[in-house]
T-cell receptor, first 114, second 114 residues
Framework: AQSVAQPEDQVNVAEGNPLTVKCTYSVSGNPYLFWYVQYPNRGLQFLLKYITGDNLVKGSYGFEAEFNKSQTSFHLKKPSALVSDSALYFCAVRQNTNAGKSTFGDGTTLTVKP | NAGVTQTPKFQVLKTGQSMTLQCAQDMNHNSMYWYRQDPGMGLRLIYYSASEGTTDKGEVPNGYNVSRLNKREFSLRLESAAPSQTSVYFC?????????????FGPGTRLTVL
């Protein structure tokens, strides 16, 4: 079985401050981990992924995430938030032997205030 | 390059009516997916197709059927719509279902069942 938790429904940060959106996961094997972003009335867009290798993954729009196997976490980070980063963020996990079946978190709404 | 397209964008049905949601991708991807998104519940997988000619159930398949018409197209059918199927439906595609490939999402279909 696999699952993912995004413990915060909402994250509020000021523009220019660093942001973190949290994600923890549970899988019985090795995980593939993904972050997606959804703007209002749009489909999800891929931000970054961890498959194997370097634990720090860099993605689109200046976002990065760190894979921490011991804490089973994959938190999304950005050093300096922009108002345009305001959106709904989803973490997803798939066990590497569970073809086709990704599990998504419930989403975290990020609001960046000017 | 349109990516993933979905039709219609909006639909209102009465209980018991049937309809088919259409999805097409022009990225030559092998795998395609149907999800539903409900408030506070993230995305839940309805069905997926790992490759042309195959389909498999996801987390919430009851009340739905799918057809992988060809490599480009993957349709979702509601035979007898119920109010519980009111949701936003997303189609997605990926290069494969077994590797660490990210998914590309369509813009969604907002369905209301009265």
């Amino acid at each position: 079985a696999q699952s993912v938790a995004q413990p915060e429904d909402q994250v509020n940060v000021a523009e220019g401050n660093p942001l973190t959106v949290k994600c923890t996961y549970s899988v019985s094997g090795n995980p593939y981990l993904f972050w997606y972003v959804q703007y209002p009335n749009r489909g999800l867009q891929f931000l970054l992924k961890y498959i194997t290798g370097d634990n720090l993954v860099k993605g689109s729009y200046g976002f990065e995430a760190e894979f921490n196997k011991s804490q089973t976490s994959f938190h999304l980070k950005k050093p300096s938030a922009l108002v345009s980063d305001s959106a709904l963020y989803f973490c997803a996990v798939r066990q590497n032997t569970n073809a086709g079946k990704s599990t998504f978190g419930d989403g975290t709404t990020l609001t960046v205030k000017p | 390059n349109a990516g993933v397209t979905q039709t219609p964008k909006f639909q209102v049905l009465k209980t018991g009516q049937s309809m088919t949601l259409q999805c097409a991708q022009d990225m030559n991807h092998n795998s395609m997916y149907w999800y539903r998104q409900d408030p506070g519940m993230g995305l839940r997988l309805i069905y997926y197709s790992a490759s042309e000619g195959t389909t498999d159930k996801g987390e919430v398949p009851n009340g739905y059927n799918v057809s992988r018409l060809n490599k480009r197209e993957f349709s979702l059918r509601l035979e007898s719509a119920a109010p519980s199927q009111t949701s936003v439906y997303f189609c997605a595609s990926s290069e494969s279902s077994g590797g660490g490939d990210e998914q590309f999402f369509g813009p969604g279909t907002r369905l209301t069942v009265l």
